[in-house]
C-alpha cells in the first residue's frame, strides 16, 4: 500500500460546506423494465430489483407458490430462459463525463448483458459485483440494456460432465447463488432468476472514492488510534484533500494521489473513545465519519460510515478437558445468545426495510445478542447489517456454502476467491461481524455423512486437497486482507460422531430430532458452543390457514403435508409429543401442543449450556425465522407471528436467570449471570400447590458474582410431603423469576378452572389485558383475528395472581380475543 505525506489540522467549523460539489453522479436504473421468455411470451412489465417468479405472479401467470399444494405447479420456471430489457437515456451531463459505468449489484445467476443489441458481458455469480465502462461503447441519449437469464441446469450439467469426480450434494454445487433455492428440508424448491439487486450508472471525471476501510490499529480507555484505508481512482498525478468529521471532530489530510487506482492510509486518532457493545451489557455507540475528497476547490467526492469501536475476538485456548471456543468482547467474555438466521423469504424482492426492521427489533426484545447468518442462504442486504450495528447484535458470518463438497477448478476458484473479496470488503467496516465461517456442515458431512464411500485413495485426497483449497486458503486470506474479522473453518469443528465434539470448537447437536434422543440429551452432553440445535413446531393459525388458503385449522391436508419439507417431521413431532404431552385430537390444540412442545426442548438446552458457563459460551438455536409459510425449526413464522419458542427463550436469555434441574428427588437451583455486575439479594424459594396454597419456602441473602453461572441451593423434595402433580416450584431473585413443574406435563393434575379477564384500550395503539384465576393455569395462549403482538404470552397464569398483559395492534376492538391452556387439553383426553 501506498502511503501519504499528511498535515493534520482542525479546520474552521463548517469550512467545506461552501465547496461546489462535483461528486459522481448515481443515476438508477430500475424503473421501465419489461420480461418475456426467450422462447415463450410476450413482454410483460418487471419489477427491477426483483426475479423471474414474482414477475410471472404479479401478472398472474403462474399460481402463488406459497400456499397449497402449489409449489409443484410453478417448476417450469426455472427449465426457460428468461430475457429482461429496459431503456435508457443520458444527458449532456453525463455525456461530459470523463469516466461512465453501468453496474449490477447481483443478477442471480448466468446473464448475457448486451447494450444497443451489442454483447458486453457474462456473469456466473449472484453474489458478486458487475460493472461495465461504457466510454468506448456506442451511446445515444436513448439506449437499451438487454439481459437474457440462461437457466442453470444447462451450465450445471456441463459442469457436471466436466467433473473429474461425482461430488455431493447435487448440481447446485456448481452455481454460485443461494443453496437453500434448491430446495431444503424447511424451504421450498424455487431457484429464481432475475435482477436481483440494483442496477444503475455512475458518471465521474477526475476523482472518486474506490473503498474506505477504517482500520483500529490500537483501542483503549484513553485513546483509539485508526489507521484508514482510502482507495481512490485517479485521472493523474495530483494533490488532494481529504477532510474528515467525525461526530463534531474535524480533521484534514493532504493527499499525494498517484495516476490510477491506489490505497493510501490516513491515520486517526479519537480521545476517549466510547466503547461498541451488544444491547445486553451496554451501549451500541457508533461513531459518524464523513470522508470528503477536494481538489480544484471542489468537493469530487464524499462518503459517510457509521461505525463502532470494539475489540472482538474468538478465543480458542487449550484447556484441561479439550479447547475453548468463546467470543471476547473488549476484553471481556461474553456469552453468546441467540439463533440461526436464513433468509426472510424465498423473493428476496419481497422483504423490505420494514421486515429487516421488525425482525431484528425482535430480536433484542428476546434478548438475543448474535446471530448466525447460515451458509446456504444470502450475505444479506447493508440494512441488516447497519441494523445490528445499531441495536447491538453480533453476526456470525458463514459463506455461502452448506453440506456440500465444491468443485475446485482454475475457473471455480477464481469466481469464488472474487466473491470473498467483494464480500468481505463491503461488509468490512461493520462493528457487528464478529466472524467469517467458512462453510455450514462441508466437514462434518465429508467425515461422517458417508461422501467418502466407494471412492479411490486418490480420489478422496484429491476432493479433500480441492476444500483446502477454499476453505484453509482462499477464504481465510480474504478475511485477513479485506478485514480485522477472525476467521472459522467449518461449523461445526466436529460432528456428534466424534467423541471430540464436547470438548472443542463449535457444535451442532441433531441427536435431538434428527436421531429421536429425548429432550435429556441436552443435560448429558454440553459442547463448548452450541452453533446449532432445533425442533420443529407447526406455526401460528395465521399461517396454518393461509397455507391452507381456509378459516378453519385443518393440519391433514395436501396443503400442509406439501410445506412440511422434513421426510420424518410429523412422525418426530409426534413421537416426542407422546413422551411429555397427552397429545390433543383436535387439529387447533394438536398445533398449540407441538409449539409447547418445541419451547420446552429448545429453552431445556439453553439451560443446560448457559448453567455450563463458562464451559460452554453460547447457544444459538436452529432457527430464528422462516423463508415461506413452513412446518419447520422456526421460533417466528413466515408472517412475522412469535411461536411459543420465541417468547419462552425471551426468559431463558435475560442477563439475570434462574434454572432449575431435577434429579433424584433433589432440586438443584442455579442463577446465570451474564451481567458485569455482582449482585446481592434475596433468594426466594417457594412450594406451592395448583391452588395457590405456599407449601414450604425458604428465604435468604446471597451474592452473585459478576458474569458466572452457579448452583446456589439444592432442595431435597422427599421429606417435604407434597404431590409433584399439583405443586410447581417458584424461585425469586433480584429481577429474575422462575416457574418449574415437578412432572412432565402429561403427568400434571390441572384443573379446568376459570380465567377471568378484562380488556381496556390503552393508548392509540394498546389494549391492556388482565387475567385472574383461582387456580394455575399453565401455557396461558392468548390469540385473536387482529394482527398485533402480544408482549408476553404462553405464559404460566399463577393462582390468585393477576397478569397484565399488552396488546400492540391497529385493531379498534378485540371481541374475540381467546385462550387456550394446558389445563383444557390435559383434562379433554
Not at 658 to 679: C, G
Amino acid at each position: 500500500m501506498r502511503r501519504i505525506i499528511f498535515v493534520l489540522s482542525i479546520l474552521i467549523l463548517f469550512g467545506c460546506n461552501t465547496l461546489e460539489k462535483e461528486v459522481p453522479l448515481k443515476i438508477s436504473l430500475t424503473e421501465n423494465w419489461q420480461f418475456k421468455g426467450v422462447d415463450t411470451l410476450s413482454w410483460q412489465s418487471a419489477s427491477v430489483p426483483g426475479n423471474i417468479f414474482t414477475d410471472l405472479l404479479d401478472h398472474k401467470i403462474i399460481v402463488d407458490p406459497f400456499i397449497k399444494t402449489n409449489e409443484e405447479k410453478v417448476q417450469w420456471v426455472s427449465t426457460k430462459n428468461w430475457e429482461y430489457r429496459t431503456t435508457f437515456n443520458l444527458s449532456d451531463d453525463v455525456f461530459k463525463k470523463k469516466n461512465i459505468e453501468l453496474n449490477f449489484d447481483g443478477l442471480d445467476t448466468y446473464a448475457k448483458v448486451y447494450i444497443n443489441g451489442n454483447y458486453q458481458l457474462d456473469t456466473d455469480n449472484a453474489f458478486r459485483k458487475y460493472s461495465i465502462s461504457l466510454k468506448d461503447i456506442p451511446l445515444s441519449k436513448t439506449n437499451e440494456l438487454r439481459i437474457i437469464f440462461q437457466k442453470t441446469e444447462s451450465f450445471e450439467n456441463s459442469a457436471k460432465l466436466n467433473s473429474k469426480y461425482n461430488l455431493p450434494e447435487g448440481k447446485r454445487i456448481y452455481t454460485r447463488k443461494a443453496q437453500f433455492q434448491y430446495g431444503w428440508d424447511w424451504g421450498p424448491k424455487l431457484n429464481t432468476s432475475g435482477i436481483w439487486k440494483d442496477v444503475f450508472i455512475n458518471a465521474w471525471d477526475d476523482l472518486k472514492f474506490e473503498n474506505i476501510f477504517i482500520k483500529q490499529e490500537a483501542l483503549n480507555k484513553e485513546k483509539a488510534t485508526l489507521s484508514v484505508e482510502i482507495t481512490i481512482e485517479s485521472n493523474a498525478d495530483k494533490n488532494a484533500n481529504l477532510f474528515t468529521k467525525i461526530n463534531d471532530k474535524e480533521i484534514s489530510s493532504t493527499i499525494a494521489l498517484k495516476n490510477g487506482k491506489h490505497t493510501y492510509k490516513v491515520p486517526i486518532e479519537i480521545e476517549n473513545p466510547k466503547l461498541w457493545w451488544t444491547h445486553n451489557l451496554g451501549d451500541p455507540y457508533l461513531y459518524h465519519f464523513n470522508f470528503q475528497l477536494i481538489s480544484d476547490g471542489k468537493i469530487k467526492d464524499e462518503k459517510s460510515i457509521k461505525k463502532g469501536l470494539r475489540t472482538i475476538k474468538l478465543i480458542t485456548e487449550k484447556d484441561s478437558i479439550g479447547e475453548s471456543f468463546y467470543f471476547e468482547l473488549n476484553g471481556k467474555p461474553v456469552y453468546a445468545k441467540g439463533s440461526n438466521y436464513i433468509p426472510q423469504n424465498s423473493f428476496q424482492n419481497k422483504v423490505s426495510n420494514q421486515h429487516y426492521e421488525k425482525l431484528l427489533s425482535d430480536v433484542v426484545k428476546t434478548n438475543m445478542n448474535m446471530l448466525r447468518v447460515w451458509g446456504g442462504g444470502i450475505y444479506e442486504n447493508d440494512i441488516f447489517y447497519d441494523l445490528c450495528d445499531e441495536k447491538g447484535i453480533l453476526i456470525w458470518q458463514d459463506f455461502m456454502f452448506a453440506c456440500a463438497m465444491y468443485p475446485g477448478d482454475i475457473e471455480f476458484l477464481a469466481n469464488i476467491k472474487e466473491e470473498a473479496a467483494q464480500q468481505v470488503s463491503r461488509l468490512q467496516n461493520h462493528v457487528s461481524i464478529a466472524l467469517w465461517c467458512g462453510n455450514n456442515e462441508n466437514s462434518e458431512g465429508w467425515k461422517r455423512w458417508g461422501w467418502q464411500a466407494d471412492r479411490t485413495e486418490k480420489e478422496k485426497q484429491e476432493i479433500w486437497n480441492d476444500y483446502t483449497i477454499v476453505f484453509d486458503s482462499i477464504l481465510p486470506n480474504a478475511v485477513a486482507n479485506f478485514s480485522e474479522t477472525d476467521y472459522w473453518q467449518s461449523s461445526p469443528k466436529y460432528g456428534r460422531g466424534n467423541p471430540k465434539y464436547e470438548f472443542e470448537g463449535d457444535a451442532h447437536d441433531w441427536w435431538v430430532w434428527h436421531d429421536a434422543a429425548p429432550f435429556e440429551h441436552f443435560e448429558e452432553r454440553v459442547p463448548r458452543f452450541m452453533s446449532e440445535f432445533g425442533f420443529q413446531s407447526f406455526p401460528s393459525f395465521e399461517v396454518i390457514n393461509y397455507i391452507n388458503q381456509s378459516n378453519t385449522i385443518n393440519l391433514k391436508t395436501d396443503a400442509i403435508q406439501s410445506h412440511q419439507k422434513h421426510v420424518r417431521g410429523f412422525q418426530l413431532i409426534n413421537e416426542y409429543m407422546e413422551r411429555d404431552y397427552t397429545v390433543p385430537t383436535n387439529d387447533e390444540d394438536y398445533a398449540y401442543v407441538s409449539q409447547l412442545l418445541q419451547a420446552k426442548g429448545i429453552v431445556m438446552g439453553i439451560e443446560a449450556h448457559r448453567r455450563a458457563k463458562p464451559t460452554n459460551m453460547g447457544t444459538l438455536y436452529w432457527q430464528l425465522n422462516d423463508c415461506w409459510p413452513a412446518i419447520s425449526w422456526s421460533s417466528i413464522d413466515y408472517l412475522g407471528n412469535w411461536k411459543a419458542l420465541q417468547y419462552k427463550v425471551t426468559k431463558a436469555f435475560e442477563n439475570l436467570s434462574i434454572s432449575t434441574t431435577f434429579k433424584n428427588n433433589k432440586a438443584s437451583i442455579y442463577i446465570l449471570n451474564d451481567n458485569f455486575d455482582i449482585i446481592n439479594d434475596y433468594l426466594t424459594i417457594e412450594l406451592i400447590d395448583f391452588k395457590g396454597n405456599i407449601l414450604w419456602s425458604d428465604k435468604k441473602l446471597i451474592t452473585i458474582n459478576k458474569n458466572i453461572s452457579k448452583k446456589i441451593y439444592e432442595l431435597d423434595l422427599i421429606d417435604k410431603n407434597i404431590n409433584t402433580k399439583n405443586t410447581y416450584l417458584r424461585v425469586k431473585f433480584n429481577s429474575a423469576l422462575k416457574i418449574s413443574f415437578l412432572e412432565k406435563p402429561k403427568n400434571l393434575i390441572l384443573e379446568n378452572s376459570e380465567i377471568i379477564k378484562s380488556i381496556n384500550k390503552f393508548g392509540d395503539n394498546q389494549f391492556l389485558i388482565t387475567l385472574q384465576s383461582k387456580t394455575l393455569q399453565k401455557d396461558v395462549f392468548l390469540f385473536t383475528n387482529e394482527k398485533g403482538h402480544f408482549n408476553i404470552n404462553f405464559f404460566n397464569l399463577e393462582p390468585n395472581k393477576v397478569e397484565t398483559i399488552f396488546f400492540e395492534t391497529d385493531a379498534k376492538s378485540l371481541d374475540d380475543l381467546q385462550i387456550k391452556t394446558l389445563n383444557k387439553i390435559n383434562l379433554s383426553y
